[in-house]
């Protein structure tokens, strides 16, 4: 089928092998989201948090940089599980404003226009298909949470000795694991509501909302009812609980409240547990098979009327 | 040393039947919910271009959605190529191409970049899938708009981008659903002409699905026609017009019996059907004007002789009529 010949002709050539074909899909998205300046510039910033750590890492390490800036190590925020903690946690916001970009149009605009029979009438599954959605944020996402803390870890290793990172070497699966449920957990729910709602706009504001609602309704439940359980139902306060448990710094009892009467008495005082490691799992761990049984239900060729 | 013509025949027949089918269908059946839509479909179909017909809801597009793998069946199976929809479906994906009939594209795309995606995704390496691009796209004849968005196609080039995507990686089945919906004539006649040349050059198959019969007529050799999900009439086209050339219809003036007389002892079969008409088939070697010798011995006058004509319409009207599988 040469241009100038004009025939149909079969193609003959060799092929991709099956496994990888689905990494098809992130490479013509990142055409497509990359071409957008404000995107790009976006994700540049995602790195600053990144920069300011590895400062702090090498100021820790360098006498003459600290007498330059005239401060003392005692000064700087000590280089420990919290310290990664925060930055995880930090890369983690900007994780979300970045599927927050990207992930409402990757079903949803297919959707739109019929075009998932195209894909799947090819050797191409559905599995593939979603998977392959899916890993448009799973890599780009991959690139400012665990890759870069990791790449961090190791520069303080390289800096500490041998010693530091055999001894903290669960860090590093602290960093690993809790990134990947995040980025795992934004990129099933950003499918999940684009597969949803058709339209791009509508997917981005349902996102929001389903972080944010949540949220606000969890903690006027843990208001007035003096409780932390309503934290199960905000997705921030999850992971904000799974991150603490993997880094360590988990305590139930997070604080109390005292009740006093007129007189500045002390009628009662309440202590609040925060919900067990393993409710935060689980809800989460929920909150990704409903997503995917809503992809399994949306993300077909053809929606049967029956 | 050449093979006598006789038993290069008979291999090229032993070679053909060895073949499997395009499509086999082995009791077919597809419900949605209790709704049955297909109903115990079976048959081979080989022929190079095969025509889907039958009035809208007759399960055409079902049948093909079937065969993709888009709906399972409820009962029996089908293969392509030998390979079982139900147990090879990837390979089978491999070797087709489909054309939806509704608009079907990725927006803000341009097209040589959305029919390159479409190649990626059959497994062509991303060099080879930008050259076939390319080339899909000129052969379509949308060369020269192959970079604006799809979004900006009017709608017979929407059609022509969803047959380039659908023949980029080359399949050897290629299914087309309404491929001349809503195209004004000139655009018609391109897509017509497409289909044609594909079929012609001998390296793909193709089903169309279509409710106009002419379309059908021009592009097809083979048709099927469904009528409530089920076969009504399967039949080669070709053939159908081979045998209405043997077939000839008489009115004629004059004592009839030294002509029926004469025409029996020739071979040929023949019905009277009223007093001055007949319907006679011709056999191997008889030709027209052997009636006129006889009838021209016997002192027969022919005031008319016509070929029986069935048009694809009235095929599909008979069709329609008895639906039980002949004609």
Same mark, same amino acid.
């Given at each position: 089928?040469?241009?100038?010949?004009?025939?149909?002709?079969?193609?003959?050539?060799?092929?991709?092998?099956?496994?990888?074909?689905?990494?098809?899909?992130?490479?013509?998205?990142?055409?497509?989201?990359?071409?957008?300046?404000?995107?790009?510039?976006?994700?540049?910033?995602?790195?600053?948090?990144?920069?300011?750590?590895?400062?702090?890492?090498?100021?820790?390490?360098?006498?003459?940089?600290?007498?330059?800036?005239?401060?003392?190590?005692?000064?700087?925020?000590?280089?420990?599980?919290?310290?990664?903690?925060?930055?995880?946690?930090?890369?983690?916001?900007?994780?979300?404003?970045?599927?927050?970009?990207?992930?409402?149009?990757?079903?949803?605009?297919?959707?739109?226009?019929?075009?998932?029979?195209?894909?799947?009438?090819?050797?191409?599954?559905?599995?593939?298909?979603?998977?392959?959605?899916?890993?448009?944020?799973?890599?780009?996402?991959?690139?400012?949470?665990?890759?870069?803390?990791?790449?961090?870890?190791?520069?303080?290793?390289?800096?500490?000795?041998?010693?530091?990172?055999?001894?903290?070497?669960?860090?590093?699966?602290?960093?690993?694991?809790?990134?990947?449920?995040?980025?795992?957990?934004?990129?099933?729910?950003?499918?999940?509501?684009?597969?949803?709602?058709?339209?791009?706009?509508?997917?981005?504001?349902?996102?929001?909302?389903?972080?944010?609602?949540?949220?606000?309704?969890?903690? *006027?439940?843990?208001?007035?009812?003096?409780?932390?359980?309503?934290?199960?139902?905000?997705?921030?306060?999850?992971?904000?609980?799974?991150?603490?448990?993997?880094?360590?710094?988990?305590?139930?009892?997070?604080?109390?409240?005292?009740?006093?009467?007129?007189?500045?008495?002390?009628?009662?005082?309440?202590?609040?547990?925060?919900?067990?490691?393993?409710?935060?799992?689980?809800?989460?761990?929920?909150?990704?098979?409903?997503?995917?049984?809503?992809?399994?239900?949306?993300?077909?060729?053809?929606?049967?009327?029956? | 040393?050449?093979?006598?013509?006789?038993?290069?025949?008979?291999?090229?027949?032993?070679?053909?039947?060895?073949?499997?089918?395009? *499509?086999?269908?082995?009791?077919?059946?597809?419900?949605?919910?209790?709704?049955?839509? /297909?109903?115990?479909?079976?048959?081979?179909?080989?022929?190079?271009?095969?025509?889907?017909?039958?009035?809208?809801?007759?399960?055409?597009?079902?049948?093909?959605?079937?065969?993709?793998?888009?709906?399972?069946?409820?009962?029996?199976?089908?293969?392509?190529?030998?390979?079982?929809?139900?147990?090879?479906?990837?390979?089978?994906?491999?070797?087709?191409?489909?054309?939806?009939?509704?608009?079907?594209?990725?927006?803000?795309?341009?097209?040589?970049?959305?029919?390159?995606?479409?190649?990626?995704?059959?497994?062509?390496?991303?060099?080879?899938?930008?050259?076939?691009?390319?080339?899909?796209?000129?052969?379509?004849?949308?060369?020269?708009?192959?970079?604006?968005?799809?979004?900006?196609?009017?709608?017979?080039?929407?059609?022509?981008?969803?047959?380039?995507?659908? *023949?980029?990686?080359?399949?050897?089945?290629?299914?087309?659903?309404?491929?001349?919906?809503?195209?004004?004539?000139?655009?018609?006649?391109?897509?017509?002409?497409?289909?044609?040349?594909?079929?012609?050059?001998?390296?793909?198959? *193709?089903? /169309?699905?279509?409710?106009?019969?002419?379309?059908?007529?021009?592009?097809?050799?083979?048709?099927?026609?469904?009528?409530?999900?089920?076969?009504?009439?399967?039949?080669?086209?070709?053939?159908?017009?081979?045998?209405?050339?043997?077939?000839?219809?008489?009115?004629?003036?004059?004592?009839?019996?030294?002509?029926?007389?004469?025409?029996?002892? /020739?071979?040929?079969?023949?019905? /009277?059907?009223?007093?001055?008409?007949?319907?006679?088939?011709?056999?191997?070697?008889?030709?027209?004007?052997?009636?006129?010798?006889?009838?021209?011995?016997?002192?027969?006058?022919?005031?008319?002789?016509?070929?029986?004509?069935?048009?694809?319409?009235?095929?599909?009207?008979?069709?329609?009529?008895?639906?039980?599988?002949?004609?």
């Amino acid at each position: 089928m040469a241009v100038y010949e004009q025939t149909y002709k079969r193609y003959a050539g060799p092929l991709t092998p099956e496994w990888k074909r689905f990494l098809v899909i992130p490479r013509h998205e990142y055409r497509a989201a990359f071409k957008s300046k404000l995107f790009t510039a976006f994700f540049v910033v995602c790195f600053v948090p990144l920069l300011v750590e590895a400062i702090l890492i090498y100021l820790h390490h360098n006498a003459n940089a600290l007498g330059v800036f005239r401060l003392n190590v005692r000064e700087l925020i000590p280089i420990d599980g919290s310290f990664f903690q925060t930055f995880v946690g930090l890369q983690g916001g900007f994780a979300f404003f970045v599927a927050l970009l990207v992930g409402p149009p990757l079903v949803s605009r297919d959707l739109r226009n019929n075009a998932l029979p195209l894909y799947l009438c090819r050797p191409f599954s559905r599995a593939e298909y979603v998977l392959g959605k899916m890993s448009v944020l799973l890599i780009l996402l991959s690139l400012i949470t665990w890759i870069p803390q990791l790449l961090l870890f190791l520069f303080q290793s390289y800096l500490e000795g041998f010693a530091w990172f055999k001894d903290n070497l669960w860090m590093a699966s602290a960093i690993f694991i809790g990134s990947v449920v995040w980025i795992l957990l934004l990129a099933l729910l950003s499918q999940a509501v684009s597969a949803l709602v058709k339209w791009r706009v509508i997917a981005s504001a349902l996102l929001l909302l389903i972080f944010f609602v949540p949220s606000v309704l969890g903690e *006027i439940i843990n208001q007035l009812f003096l409780t932390r359980w309503g934290s199960l139902i905000s997705l921030g306060a999850l992971m904000k609980s799974v991150l603490s448990g993997l880094f360590g710094t988990f305590v139930r009892a997070s604080g109390h409240i005292r009740i006093t009467d007129f007189d500045d008495q002390v009628v009662r005082d309440i202590v609040l547990y925060e919900p067990p490691l393993w409710c935060s799992w689980a809800v989460l761990f929920g909150v990704c098979a409903i997503c995917l049984a809503l992809l399994a239900r949306k993300v077909r060729a053809y929606e049967v009327v029956r | 040393m050449a093979l006598p013509a006789t038993v290069q025949a008979d291999l090229i027949k032993e070679q053909t039947a060895a073949e499997p089918a395009v *499509i086999d269908l082995h009791g077919l059946s597809v419900s949605f919910g209790r709704r049955p839509i /297909l109903r115990n479909l079976r048959g081979d179909l080989r022929g190079k271009a095969i025509g889907l017909l039958g009035p809208n809801g007759a399960g055409k597009t079902t049948l093909i959605h079937t065969l993709l793998g888009f709906h399972p069946p409820t009962a029996g199976t089908a293969q392509i190529f030998g390979h079982d929809i139900a147990l090879d479906a990837k390979q089978i994906k491999s070797l087709v191409g489909y054309m939806p009939e509704r608009d079907s594209f990725i927006a803000k795309m341009s097209a040589v970049h959305f029919v390159r995606l479409m190649a990626e995704l059959s497994g062509l390496p991303a060099d080879a899938a930008l050259e076939r691009a390319h080339e899909a796209l000129f052969y379509v004849g949308l060369g020269e708009a192959r970079y604006r968005k799809l979004d900006t196609y009017s709608l017979g080039m929407k059609q022509l981008a969803k047959l380039a995507q659908a *023949i980029v990686h080359g399949p050897k089945l290629i299914f087309l659903d309404e491929p001349t919906n809503g195209l004004d004539p000139p655009a018609r006649q391109r897509m017509i002409q497409l289909i044609r040349e594909i079929r012609d050059s001998g390296q793909a198959h *193709i089903v /169309l699905s279509s409710h106009l019969l002419v379309d059908v007529e021009e592009c097809c050799d083979e048709i099927l026609i469904l009528r409530d999900g089920q076969i009504a009439v399967y039949c080669n086209l070709e053939e159908e017009r081979r045998s209405n050339r043997k077939f000839l219809m008489l009115e004629t003036r004059g004592d009839q019996s030294g002509f029926v007389e004469a025409l029996a002892n /020739l071979g040929c079969e023949y019905a /009277l059907s009223g007093p001055q008409r007949m319907k006679i088939v011709l056999q191997d070697g008889v030709e027209v004007r052997d009636l006129y010798r006889l009838a021209a011995q016997t002192d027969l006058q022919l005031r008319r002789l016509s070929y029986k004509r069935d048009s694809l319409e009235d095929i599909f009207l008979k069709a329609m009529e008895n639906g039980n599988g002949s004609l």
